[in-house]
């Protein structure tokens, strides 16, 4: 099970950590992703960290998120800043079906999906 909280309001410029806390798995066996969902579009990938421990990110985040796990709490982290309006969306934490696979960043690798949490940027 994947629980994402850490949504909410934040203004243009600023900052927000969403966390995704799994139980059942183990983090670090897998290549933990985060997706999101604006309103009238489709789910698309946001960043991955690999159980081998790199990472990979969507063109319209890199530079500005940060995904990282902490191996103790078994969560893993999306430090999202410098936002804009048009990161506000759903976001989800997703996992593939097995370990120590490396699914390409699409909602169609991704087996176990978080129930999501809202993000809202004002301008």
């Known amino acids: 099970q994947l629980q994402a909280s850490g949504g909410g309001l934040a203004q243009a410029g600023g900052s927000l950590r969403l966390s995704c806390a799994a139980s059942g798995r183990t983090v670090s066996s897998y290549d933990m992703g985060w997706f999101r969902q604006a309103p009238g579009k489709e789910r698309e990938f946001v960043a991955a960290l690999r159980w081998s421990d790199s990472t990979v990110y969507a063109d319209s985040v890199k530079g500005r998120f940060t995904i990282s796990r902490s191996n103790a709490k078994n969560t893993v982290y999306l430090q999202m800043n410098s936002l804009k309006p048009e990161d506000t969306a759903v976001y989800y934490c997703?996992?593939?079906?097995?370990?120590?696979?490396?699914?390409?960043?699409?909602?169609?690798?991704?087996?176990?999906w978080g129930h999501g949490t809202q993000v809202t940027v004002s301008s």
């Open positions: 997703a996992a593939p079906r097995d370990q120590y696979s490396s699914p390409q960043p699409n909602t169609s690798e991704y087996h176990y």
